[in-house]
């Protein structure tokens, strides 16, 4: 079974910016689709972006696009989000998690294998 680990995440004022990793255990095969959630205090879990199998395809929650984009690199199973002008409202738990389904889906259910989160605390 693989793992995920998430990284990068940190303690940033608003206006600034981080870029969270997701590293997988072992190679990532190229049809898995990709994503990141976001779990506020007392909140669901959100999604936040995902990313198709070869990278072709990307999807943003409203509330990111614009300022965050995801990436990955199948050959270090790596998956990456770029956060810029990050918001208070961004605080929250970053997940990774990975979905065996062919299109970028939405929901927490639609993903089989989940990293054990990183904080990202934005101030104002």
């Known amino acids: 079974q693989v793992q995920l680990v998430e990284s990068g995440g940190g303690l940033v004022q608003a206006g600034g910016s981080l870029r969270l990793s997701c590293a997988a255990s072992?190679?990532?095969?190229?049809?898995?689709?990709m994503g990141w959630f976001r779990q506020a205090p007392g909140k669901e879990h959100e999604f936040v972006s995902g990313?198709?199998?070869?990278?072709?395809?990307?999807k943003y929650a409203e509330s990111v696009k614009g300022r965050f984009t995801i990436s990955r690199d199948n050959a270090q199973n790596t998956v990456a989000l770029q956060m810029y002008s990050l918001k208070a409202a961004d605080t929250a738990v970053y997940y990774c998690?990975?979905?065996?389904?062919?299109?970028?889906?939405?929901?927490?259910?639609?993903?089989?294998?989940w990293g054990q989160g990183t904080q990202v605390t934005v101030s104002s």
């Open positions: 998690a990975r979905s065996p389904y062919v299109a970028v889906l939405t929901q927490t259910r639609d993903y089989d294998t």
């Open positions: 072992e190679r990532i095969p190229r049809r898995y689709v």
């Open positions: 990313i198709s199998g070869n990278g072709d395809v990307t």
